[in-house]
């Protein structure tokens, strides 16, 4: 499986940006699928993720009612809308994926099998 985000980039505070995770090599309809960050000198941090099981969508506490995760089975895409953006959400902002997790370990980038290389959101304020 090999991951690729994009979408990434420059913007300023309260503006807008949608992220793409496109996923080759296999269909990821059984999959759970993560939106993760780590901005310098921080750990990796939770920012969504749908679940494999009910494709029900969980959010980290900072980004909920800002940020909306969507997934395009057909299509082997997932997407994170992320909207009213703060400074404090720089950071490189990765997708991965497993097959096997269970529901209490969605949060826990430790638990994904794959990575896919990450994409530099940037919020000026």
């Known amino acids: 499986v090999q991951l690729q985000a994009s979408g990434g980039g420059l913007v300023q505070a309260g503006g807008s940006l949608r992220l793409s995770c496109a996923a080759s090599g296999r269909t990821f309809r059984q999959s759970t699928i993560g939106w993760f960050r780590q901005a310098p000198g921080k750990e990796r941090e939770f920012v969504a993720a749908?679940?494999?099981?009910?494709?029900?969508?969980y959010y980290g506490d900072s980004v909920k009612g800002r940020f909306t995760m969507s997934r395009d089975n057909a299509q082997n895409t997932v997407y994170l809308q992320m909207n009213s953006l703060k400074p404090e959400d720089t950071a490189v902002y990765y997708c991965a994926l497993d097959d096997r997790l269970i529901l209490s370990s969605v949060t826990q980038a430790e638990q994904y099998d794959y990575w896919g290389r990450g994409t530099q959101v940037t919020v000026s304020s």
């Open positions: 749908s679940w494999r099981s009910t494709g029900r969508t």
